[in-house]
């Protein structure tokens, strides 16, 4: 079982930053990959990016490609998402998600059994 909950999101201008955290529960942290997911009004929850129960791979959206950056500390138990340059677009509920045993990293949604609540991240134009 693991249970994640999400923080750091917020209101930020066109341009700015925000980090956002999600901090894990349970002994199996370490060993599955991680992912960020964010759902805007009205659409469907899309994927971010993920990393690799290592660290050593990640992968990104063509969206935040250069922009997003998802690492992890294993000793804390803790993923993480550094926002930069962030755009109106972007404005969306981000959720962190925990992906299923045996997964290296992955894109899809049904990769993923264990979810945050989600973080409002809001960007004014």
């Known amino acids: 079982q693991v249970q994640l909950v999400e923080s750091g999101g917020g209101l930020v201008q066109a341009g700015g930053s925000l980090r956002l955290s999600c901090a894990a529960s349970?002994?199996?942290?370490?060993?599955?990959?991680m992912g960020w997911f964010r759902q805007a009004p009205g659409k469907e929850r899309d994927f971010v990016a993920a990393i690799s129960w290592s660290g050593d791979n990640t992968y990104y959206t063509n969206s935040v490609k250069g922009r997003f950056t998802i690492s992890r500390d294993n000793a804390k138990n803790t993923v993480y998402l550094q926002m930069n340059s962030l755009k109106p677009e972007d404005t969306a509920v981000y959720y962190c998600a925990a992906a299923k045993r045996g997964t290296y990293y992955s894109s899809y949604s049904y990769d993923y059994d264990y979810w945050g609540q989600g973080t409002q991240v809001t960007v004014s134009s």
């Open positions: 349970g002994r199996t942290f370490s060993t599955r990959a």
